[in-house]
């Protein structure tokens, strides 16, 4: 059964949230909104992770995992050279959901806002994860990969799921859509490699090349 | 002897895990085990009889994920009929003496309820009735609901169960780390929900060992009058080698439940990790179990908490109702729920403790409008509601989908009204307010009114309804009409608590009707309510006389420490602060309320425009202030001077503004510039970008008919028709759903080929919109808002 990790995390990237929310430069009365909904978000966050380590071997575009395999030929890449692979899942639970229901309906700035924390919270969340891991297996974690991504069908969520038990441990749920139920949730496998990857902007992956955060 | 007997006057023991026996044996992980039934009986045999063997009582059958969503019919059927099959032969093998049952296992679903999740509540009750009828034909002995961490999905089994069988239901709850369920509730409010629902046990299993779900156990305990299981797991997971291995032997974990058999406990067995080893130790002690002790406590819950009459005055917000408002009836018959969200929120967020809620108005659907604000109201709020309905469809409708034990508005004692809603009250549970009247009216002494108080009390009774379930309102009548009514109903308030121990409620304002300055004699009538021993109260906290009369109530009461509350709170309900405030603004200038707006300053936006309006004419403000402020940040927006946030919170600050304006206008007479529906399409759940437009949208004068979420195409075309929109707004955000997009196009195309569309969403591209047909593609909410006005132009 894969162990939990529920650290705590780092204090909320006011700069990150205020990216999340399309917003490059904040007014007071921005600013007071974010710190007024980042006390209730916080307060509604009840965050739990799980985690599995295991081994790897990729043959083609399938990659072999042990317990189960994935084909996908992007995947296969990002995990090339790896000694290892890490399936996890990660949450911030349902407390979270509920108050972007209630603004979506009554202030869609605050749900807006909400939104964003939650974004930049599950991120950091999934990031204190990946050091955390590899740490504990003294090698460097890749960047993180989902289904979704690439060729790696949203489907996959499936066997994330039955893998770690997703619904059991973290009580996380796949709607017909495949999307997951709390919304502001992860899942995803990184490798864990002798060398670290050559730093390089999130944004080089992303295919959404009109947003306007786009970095070089 | 059947289980109800046995249970009576018996400890009960349960048996232990399943899943780790069967991987033991062979069973591979992502097979589902329910399968073993049909494939392996011999395994599924020798694991259950080992349990009886162990001394076991009750056997459960290996049909935890049996059910629609996972198998289709002719599977379903086969393996229910194996699965008890099973059961019953090891039963018979077994060489045990102990009296042994059969019951029928069910678990979660494995989808989450809506809103938050996308399973419907009447789907769960089908799909669990499912079971339940293949169960009850096989011949099982009782039904065990278990692991179910969301309360509305343990409802909908519930009822399914209750629906096709008279067995014994017992029901088990996952309790995380934190005590509660995962969606929110505690032990407390899951007494108040089963025991409603008339369950035979209830009790908590899996998540967590014996030792940290006894805080869980004993709240149940403090709480249940029902007997009390728990099935816990052999403590925590640990890996080991890379095996899984718990942390509680079966002594131990013997030891622990011998404990709470001690303070009660009359059910027990084991979860994940345990064995038939584990309890060995305790059937072999066989423990005595403690008399049942009913409880009394008069309680009603929400998804999340309980509320309990009896220690403090119980607050009910009395906002949400048509009676006296032009606007609220007004919302009502546009099916307008944001604004009835609104109230519910503002009067949570006055400290009320339970939520009044009446929409009948002679003009609208009441069963479907009711049922729809409860669903609506319980997703976004916490509190408790009091269902006020004289129509009993209505009521039964709501009270089945209500997320909790509910406060039932109200019987009184007429045949007629006994025999509609008792019914309704036991079979969904509930604490009913019963009005002090019958055929021949209202007595007008006390004894009168006492006497109809005890006269329900005994009908109630032959229903099955306890006492602690019925909360008597003496009715507060006008005292403009009879100098003595508010003598008489305060005689009548005092001698329902002290002759017939039962709680009291009122709906204090009633008092001041066709009186000035109605404030000053309800809070007076409200405090010699209190005094005499009122429970609770229907009133607008709003009021700063009521809330300053509750403040020092509790304070002079001693039922406020230190009078922390007090400290804490009257100083929101200073009268001179407010009229000073309101006057401030009501000097202030025009360009006041632009900057306002501007700047998102909702509140003031909102006074500033009710006080423009003492001088200026709604149709001018709205021209000369509100529009040229809503450009201003619109066309910043488009120049990307402004962001996304503060266009929202300007949009709101207009929105408050309008709020003032539609107060002010006669209804109907708002000119809209045209109908647009929105929806998130068929299987998304995203909906903040759909909501971003609608704000715009009614901003700049449209009238917006919102569908929300995961909207199937039918429902599209369906309303596009029926509002002759002629612009429908799509969106969606994951790659998945655009499909769904598309077919709603097509599907409109078809029926409503007039209506143009307009889709939005991340995902989506112009190229993308394009492909699948829409008329077009708008990047952020003032693109929609440009493109509306062009098509309606």
């Not at chain 2, 591209?765 to 693109?783: K, L, Q, V």
């Amino acid at each position: 059964m894969s162990p939990f990790y529920d650290p705590v995390l780092p204090p909320l990237d006011e700069g990150e949230v205020l990216r999340y929310a399309g917003c490059k430069e904040a007014d007071r009365a921005v600013l007071d909104l974010l710190s007024d909904c980042s006390q209730e978000a916080l307060e509604a966050v009840q965050k739990n992770a799980c985690y599995l380590t295991l081994p790897l071997e990729i043959t083609g575009d399938t990659c072999n995992f042990g317990l189960f395999n994935l084909t996908s030929r992007d995947l296969a890449k990002a995990l090339s050279d790896c000694e290892k692979a890490v399936v996890f899942a990660a949450t911030l639970g349902l407390g979270l959901d509920r108050l972007i229901l209630k603004y979506g309906r009554l202030s869609p700035a605050r749900a807006l806002m909400l939104q964003a924390i939650g974004a930049e919270r599950i991120e950091t969340y999934c990031d204190l994860l990946s050091l955390h891991v590899s740490a504990e297996e003294g090698l460097f974690a890749t960047r993180r990969f989902s289904p979704g991504y690439g060729d790696l069908p949203l489907s996959a969520q499936k066997t994330l799921f039955a893998v770690l038990q997703c619904e059991k441990r973290l009580g996380l749920c796949l709607n017909d859509s495949l999307l997951m139920t709390p919304t502001k949730s992860v899942t995803a496998i990184f490798g864990l490699k002798k060398a670290p990857d050559c730093r390089e902007s999130k944004c080089s992956h992303c295919t959404k090349t009109d947003c306007s955060f786009r970095g070089a | 002897m059947n289980f109800q007997t046995y249970l009576q006057n018996h400890f009960v023991c349960l048996d232990g895990g399943m899943g780790t026996l069967l991987q033991a044996r062979g069973l591979q992980s992502g097979e589902l085990p329910e399968r073993w039934n049909v494939t392996h009986p011999e395994e599924i045999i020798a694991i259950q009889q080992a349990y009886f063997d162990a001394g076991r009582n009750v056997v459960a059958t290996n049909t935890f994920g049996a059910n629609a969503l996972k198998f289709g019919a002719e599977e379903l059927e086969r393996i229910v009929m194996c699965a008890v099959a099973n059961a019953r032969t090891a039963m018979q093998k077994s060489n045990g003496t102990q009296e042994k049952f059969v019951a029928l296992d069910i678990g979660p679903l494995g989808k989450l309820s809506k809103p938050l999740g996308d399973l419907d509540f009447e789907d769960a009750v089908s799909i669990f009735a499912e079971t339940v009828r293949l169960g009850v034909r096989f011949g099982v002995d009782l039904i065990l609901i278990e692991t179910m961490n969301d309360a509305y999905e343990t409802k909908a089994a519930v009822l399914a169960a209750k629906e096709h069988c008279d067995l014994p239901i017992l029901v088990s709850n996952a309790y995380g780390a934190d005590g509660k369920l995962m969606t929110g509730a505690t032990p407390h409010a899951m007494v108040a929900l089963l025991e409603g629902l008339g369950v035979t046990a209830l009790g908590a299993n899996c998540s967590l060992g014996p030792k940290q779900l006894r805080g869980v156990a004993e709240e149940l305990l403090a709480h249940a009058s029902v007997p009390v299981l728990l099935k816990p797991n052999a403590g925590l997971p640990c890996v080991k080698d890379g095996c899984t291995h718990f942390d509680v032997a079966p002594d131990e974990f013997s030891e622990e439940l011998y404990a709470l058999i001690q303070k009660g406990l009359r059910i027990a067995g084991g979860c994940c990790g345990t064995t038939p080893e584990y309890i060995r130790a305790l059937t072999a002690k066989q423990p005595e179990c403690l008399p049942l002790t009913p409880k009394t406590e008069t309680v009603v819950s929400s998804y999340s908490h309980a509320v309990t009459f009896g220690d403090e005055p119980v607050l009910i917000g009395e906002r949400i109702n048509p009676t006296g408002k032009k606007r609220f009836r007004q919302a009502l018959v546009e099916g307008d729920m944001d604004y009835i969200l609104n109230e519910g929120v503002r009067q949570a967020d006055a400290g009320v403790h339970l939520l009044y809620v009446n929409v009948g108005l002679p003009e609208i659907d009441e069963p479907q409008l009711l049922t729809q604000a409860v669903c609506e109201l319980q997703a976004v709020l916490n509190l408790p509601l009091q269902i006020d309905t004289a129509d009993p469809v209505a009521m039964e409708r709501a009270l089945r989908r209500y997320n909790g034990k509910a406060l039932v508005n109200s019987v009184n004692g007429k045949e007629e009204s006994m025999r509609a809603v008792f019914p309704l009250v036991q079979k969904y549970g509930g604490v009913v307010i019963a009005l002090t009247l019958d055929e021949s009216g209202i007595p007008d002494t006390a004894e009168g009114r006492v006497a109809i108080a005890q006269k329900i009390l005994d009908t109630a009774k032959t229903y099955g309804i306890d006492k602690k379930n019925l909360i008597f309102d003496p009715l507060a009548m006008t005292v403009s009409a009879d100098n003595r009514s508010a003598l008489v109903t305060l005689e009548a308030l005092e001698r329902i608590g002290r002759e017939l121990g039962c709680y009291t409620s009122l709906g204090v304002s009633n008092v001041s009707f066709g009186l000035p300055n109605r404030d000053a004699i309800n809070g007076t009538f409200f405090a010699l309510a209190l005094e005499r021993g009122l429970s609770a109260a229907i009133l607008n906290p709003h009021s700063a006389e009521m809330m300053r009369t509750y403040l020092s109530f509790c304070a002079l009461h001693g039922l406020d420490e230190n009078c922390a509350h007090y400290v804490e709170h009257i100083g929101n309900y200073t009268l001179t602060a407010t009229d000073a405030t309101q006057k401030a603004e009501a000097v202030s200038g025009a360009s006041d309320l632009q900057h306002a707006i501007i700047k998102g300053f909702c509140e003031r936006a909102g006074s500033l425009c009710k006080a423009l309006l003492e001088t200026v004419a709604p149709l001018e403000i709205v021209q000369n202030e509100i529009i040229p402020a809503l450009n201003t940040v619109g066309q910043g927006f488009e120049a990307k001077t402004v962001y996304l946030p503060q266009l929202l919170m300007s949009a709101e600050a207009a929105k408050s503004a309008f709020e003032q304006i539609k107060l002010a206008l006669p209804q109907d007479s708002g000119a809209s510039r045209g109908t647009v529906v929105l929806a998130t399409v068929h299987g998304d759940i995203h909906d903040i970008g759909k909501n971003i437009v609608k704000l715009l949208l009614e901003n700049y004068g449209f009238t917006v008919i919102d569908l929300g979420r995961d909207v199937p195409p039918e429902q599209v075309v369906e309303a596009a028709i029926a509002h002759q929109a002629p612009l429908v707004g799509l969106s969606a955000l994951m790659t998945t759903t655009v499909p769904a997009m598309e077919e709603t196009i097509l599907l409109l195309r078809k029926e409503a080929p007039s209506c143009r569309v307009v889709v939005g969403g991340a995902v989506l591209t112009r190229e993308y919109a394009d492909r699948i047909g829409a008329d077009r593609y708008a990047r952020d909410a003032m693109e929609t808002v440009r493109y509306a006005e062009e098509v309606f132009a």
